[in-house]
């Protein structure tokens, strides 16, 4: 059988089996992988992103360095944990302009810089497609590490931000007539330039209120299922709660597709938790709640209605469509 | 101007450049990078390989997975650390059997076991190219990291192992009519299933007689030069002295040959090192003393005559062929 039919989930599932890993956290369990250092964790990912299905030809190469740094420092962030570090390998190819590839170098590092860490080590090869390799590692007390294991009956979820910001840029990008410049400017600077949320996430594992955490880049809907995975609990959501963007909105012909941009495409890179209910008090950052965790079942109330939240976003090797 | 045109070095030396980077160790400067962490440092490198220019045919998946993590595994061996552990992103093709990539696994994992460590996060991506990066984190005792720089007038150069190994098997593979079993076997084992020297390199950080040290994957050469640049030094090599093996003899047409193997080719990932003439006794392991630290110049005695060593060994992007 070739890797093209099994499918990237099925075949990470399958690797994961084959290591013999004697960490905290293995690979595949969780955004990272954790190990005792000392009284900390250290907690480590690694991420590649590549031309064909990340870098889209209106990225600059700021952007193509920020967004590799932003999606493994991301990860981080989901852990609770503060960065120490980013490497960044460049795979590149011989025709490309040196000024784009130093401009790659710059979005790699200003990514960092803005959010408290540096680039470590770096490799550079050339390679028929511009590849890309984050791989950032963290540290967080042991007795503050977020995982997406610990959701609870009983305690609500939230997410920061808004939802579906990233998805209108691509659909902005695909579609040439929507015409609101602002609202392309902030989608595009969602898609090319997110933010990895990493003071958040420090403020829910300072917090004690949080019982599991995730990032969002794979979407809302694919990243709820792997906390119930991950918790072995369901989730309950309200369609009218979801924090859907003004961009979202305004390129969506219709609720139904607003709904699809908030819940199953990726990129947004915001924070979903779950909390306490009593304690929400004690978490110092922006959110909104948008549903419950439940014993089981996957659902979604919209208008009423309630529907099954279909395990549905992005995956590599078998996907139907590229992200961006 | 194309990066093709400019060169794997200039362009990571433009890029390092532009890191502003805070570790004790920058990106560029050494086998790893090294920030501080408590009262050690943490070294971190990451390294990019892929089919075309790192994997030939003859590699089976195992090979491919233990030579990424061997790479990466030997610069934190070069800095004189012990592992903590090693992401693996893995960006593969389509019509990959499943079998070859479960394979790539066993070979990263084995790697990983046999030297006291284990895989962390792992990414994996479809990709046009088979696309391996490895990184690797360890940790060492600040006062006894062992960097480039250190090298001093009147030290020793040894070098572990012997030199050539994996370039005899570079040219057994190339041509067919080296027909001694025994030494293929054992050259192509070297080629493709490298040993990272964690043990010794820990070896020589403890023994307080080392100076500087450094890997051979890029070969002997080019190893000094980058010793000679860190140190600010020269080298004094005696042919005579060079541990050439069996193998690279086996394949030459002449002593130039030999020499060129030996000197000028990649992927022994031995340890190169100076130490201290006078504390050679409180190194454990074994090595050859192949030259001395001058004040300058880079210099081969052959047969009595010296000559100026040559800073040739592979480089990207403007090299005129692969490594294997």
Same mark, same amino acid.
């Given at each position: 059988?070739?890797?093209? &039919?099994?499918?990237?989930?099925?075949?990470?599932?399958?690797?994961?089996?084959?290591?013999?890993?004697?960490?905290?956290?293995?690979?595949?369990?969780?955004?990272?992988?954790?190990?005792?250092?000392?009284?900390?964790?250290?907690?480590?990912?690694?991420?590649?992103?590549?031309?064909?299905?990340?870098?889209?030809?209106?990225?600059?190469?700021?952007?193509?360095?920020?967004?590799?740094?932003?999606?493994?420092?991301?990860?981080?962030?989901?852990?609770?944990?503060?960065?120490?570090?980013?490497?960044?390998?460049?795979?590149?190819?011989?025709?490309? @302009?040196?000024?784009?590839?130093?401009?790659?170098?710059?979005?790699?590092?200003?990514?960092?810089?803005?959010?408290?860490?540096?680039?470590?080590?770096?490799?550079?090869?050339?390679?028929?497609?511009?590849?890309?390799?984050?791989?950032?590692?963290?540290?967080?007390?042991?007795?503050?590490?977020?995982?997406?294991?610990?959701?609870?009956?009983?305690?609500?979820?939230?997410?920061?931000?808004?939802?579906?910001?990233?998805?209108?840029?691509?659909?902005?990008?695909?579609?040439?007539?929507?015409?609101?410049?602002?609202?392309?400017?902030?989608?595009?600077?969602?898609?090319? &330039?997110?933010?990895?949320?990493?003071?958040?996430?420090?403020?829910?594992?300072?917090?004690? %209120?949080?019982? %599991?955490?995730? @990032?969002?880049?794979?979407?809302?809907?694919?990243?709820?299922?792997?906390?119930?995975?991950?918790?072995?609990?369901?989730?309950?959501?309200?369609? %009218?709660?979801?924090?859907?963007?003004?961009?979202?909105?305004?390129?969506?012909?219709?609720?139904?597709?607003?709904?699809?941009? %908030?819940?199953?495409?990726?990129?947004?890179?915001?924070?979903?938790?779950?909390?306490?209910?009593?304690?929400?008090?004690?978490?110092?950052?922006?959110?909104?709640?948008?549903?419950?965790?439940?014993?089981?079942?996957?659902?979604?109330?919209?208008?009423?209605?309630?529907?099954?939240?279909?395990?549905?976003?992005?995956?590599?090797?078998?996907?139907?469509?590229?992200?961006?």
């Amino acid at each position: 059988m070739k890797v093209g &039919e099994l499918g990237e989930r099925a075949l990470v599932n399958l690797m994961a089996e084959l290591i013999e890993c004697t960490a905290v956290l293995c690979p595949g369990a969780d955004d990272c992988s954790a190990i005792a250092y000392g009284d900390h964790y250290l907690v480590v990912t690694t991420d590649m992103l590549h031309k064909k299905t990340h870098f889209p030809r209106e990225m600059t190469g700021f952007q193509v360095g920020w967004m590799a740094t932003a999606a493994t420092l991301s990860d981080i962030a989901a852990m609770g944990a503060s960065p120490i570090g980013v490497t960044m390998a460049v795979g590149i190819p011989r025709d490309t @302009d040196v000024a784009f590839a130093l401009d790659v170098m710059r979005g790699c590092n200003a990514c960092c810089t803005q959010n408290g860490t540096t680039l470590l080590a770096g490799d550079t090869d050339e390679h028929d497609e511009l590849t890309l390799v984050g791989t950032a590692i963290g540290s967080v007390q042991q007795d503050k590490m977020l995982t997406r294991a610990g959701a609870t009956v009983g305690d609500v979820v939230c997410v920061t931000g808004e939802l579906g910001l990233a998805a209108a840029g691509v659909k902005m990008l695909l579609e040439s007539r929507f015409a609101d410049h602002r609202l392309r400017e902030r989608a595009l600077k969602k898609l090319f &330039e997110p933010e990895p949320r990493i003071v958040y996430g420090q403020a829910l594992a300072d917090s004690g %209120a949080v019982t %599991a955490l995730i @990032d969002t880049s794979d979407g809302l809907s694919l990243s709820l299922y792997e906390l119930s995975k991950a918790s072995n609990c369901g989730f309950y959501l309200r369609a %009218a709660d979801l924090p859907i963007s003004e961009e979202a909105k305004s390129v969506s012909h219709d609720r139904w597709e607003e709904l699809t941009l %908030a819940i199953y495409r990726g990129g947004d890179y915001e924070l979903l938790f779950t909390a306490r209910d009593g304690l929400l008090a004690a978490i110092p950052i922006p959110y909104t709640i948008i549903g419950k965790v439940t014993q089981s079942g996957m659902q979604l109330e919209v208008d009423g209605v309630v529907q099954e939240l279909k395990a549905e976003g992005y995956e590599h090797l078998t996907a139907s469509g590229p992200r961006v």
